[in-house]
């Protein structure tokens, strides 16, 4: 017996959704690229408190990441992991750095839905690296825990690491995800439920930077208790095999 899909109006879809994403990210640089312009003019006058000082650095820290997201956004959308990878300078970065830096950018967000957030980890943990990648990936998975968890919950984030490999996991007390769409995850534009606001591409553009660096990325997750994501980076540059 012969059973064929027809996945040509499928193709198309998802077709048209990429150009749509590329074109939206594409049209976001230009804004973008003006308010960072503008953001460097104000940090280089003379008569600012500290305190604007501080607010302003903390705005040109996050609109840089953000330029970063959306050449990432339009890399994904163009279905090509090549350019991830070309685009990776390793270097040796403190893990748990990353993850007390990532916790501190997001603290408003867990604030606002009394979400307890915890670090524990080792002290002289290293992730071999392009320096802004690993915070990219702790920033969505973090977000990710703080969006899909309950109010009053917790985010635990540990860093462990053997000298080999480095672990970063992210464990959530939200809404966890059914057995059937786990393996969906990490998908291009999957997405459990309609419910929290998202495009569906944050796990997809951090499963893209972890393969890009050579490491492993899981989920382990039980419905309505939450879910655990584990990311494995090298500590150190990986040996070529011959040939
Ligand atoms: P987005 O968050 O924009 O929807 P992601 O690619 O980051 O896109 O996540 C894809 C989907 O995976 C989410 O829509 C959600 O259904 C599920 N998901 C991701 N992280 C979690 C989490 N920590 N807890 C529960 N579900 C999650």
Do not use: C
């Amino acid at each position: 017996m012969l059973v064929a899909w027809d996945v040509t109006s499928e193709q198309e879809a998802l077709r048209a959704r990429d150009n749509l994403v590329a074109s939206v990210s594409h049209e976001l640089r230009t804004p973008l690229t003006s308010v960072l312009g503008y953001l460097e003019l104000a940090l280089d006058e003379d008569d600012l408190s500290e305190r604007v000082r501080r607010y302003l650095d903390t705005a040109l820290g996050s609109g840089e990441r953000l330029l970063a997201i959306i050449a990432d956004i339009l890399i994904s959308s163009r279905r090509s992991r090549t350019s991830v990878e070309a685009a990776v300078h390793p270097r040796e970065i403190d893990a748990l750095e990353v993850v007390r830096e990532s916790v501190l950018a997001l603290r408003p967000l867990a604030d606002d839905r009394v979400i307890k957030v915890t670090v524990s980890g080792a002290e002289r943990a290293v992730v071999f690296a392009d320096p802004g990648r690993p915070r990219q990936v702790v920033d969505n998975l973090l977000g990710n825990a703080l969006k899909f968890n309950r109010d009053g919950g917790a985010v635990e984030l540990a860093v462990t690491t053997d000298g080999r490999e480095t672990t970063i996991t992210v464990r959530d007390t939200g809404v966890g995800i059914e057995p059937a769409d786990q393996e969906h995850v990490f998908d291009r534009f999957f997405r459990a439920s309609e419910d929290v606001a998202g495009n569906g591409l944050g796990l997809a553009i951090t499963q893209d930077i972890v393969k890009a660096h050579e490491g492993r990325i899981s989920v382990a997750s039980e419905p309505g208790i939450g879910s655990i994501f584990t990311v494995v980076f090298p500590a150190h540059a990986q040996k070529r095999v011959p040939g």
